[in-house]
């Protein structure tokens, strides 16, 4: 017998006739409806899942800013490549603490002029070009003197 969870994936599988918005494939056996409404193949899921590994700008694994189920991830990176996401996915959302250290950070940071990326914390120095800063986790943002 089949959980509601286990239904409700079964619901998101269609049959074919559609296309993979990745890969344009007619043929797919099999498409997954990701949150945003877009099916992909999956192929191009795991290949999704799998680039966040290599570059962890991409993670959460996501489509029009929408994370992918995790049920979907996890199938298609295996259980050792899904710890090591999951802890991408941790570290994507720590935010800034009272630490010492992270107070006296900020002062620095602050005094040579710069300012901490709004998601991860980090500290960016504008040296030249426009406002627009991207931060190494992949947050882009307006710097403020």
Same mark, same amino acid.
């Given at each position: 017998m089949a959980t509601t969870r286990e239904q409700s #994936?079964?619901?998101? $599988? /269609? =049959? !074919? &006739?559609? @296309?993979?918005? +990745?890969?344009f494939s =007619? &043929?797919? +056996?099999?498409l997954l409806a990701v949150p945003c409404g877009h099916v992909f193949c999956e192929p191009c899921i795991s290949k999704r899942c +799998? #680039?966040?590994? $290599? !570059?962890? @700008?991409?993670v959460p694994a996501h489509c029009c800013g929408l994370e992918f189920p @995790?049920?979907?991830? $996890?199938?298609?990176? &295996?259980?050792? !490549? /899904?710890?090591t996401y999951t802890r991408f996915l941790r570290e994507r959302q720590w935010k800034g603490t009272t630490l010492r250290s992270d107070v006296e950070y900020a002062r620095v940071v602050k005094r040579i002029g710069g300012m901490q990326c709004p998601r991860c914390g980090v500290g960016v120095q504008k040296i030249s070009g426009c406002q627009t800063m991207r931060c190494f986790c992949g947050n882009q943002f307006l710097y403020k003197y």
């Open positions: #994936l079964h619901q998101r $599988k /269609f =049959p !074919d &006739g559609r @296309t993979c918005v +990745s890969c =007619p &043929g797919a +056996s099999l +799998s #680039l966040a590994l $290599k !570059d962890r @700008t991409l @995790t049920e979907y991830v $996890k199938e298609a990176l &295996g259980s050792v !490549d /899904f710890m």
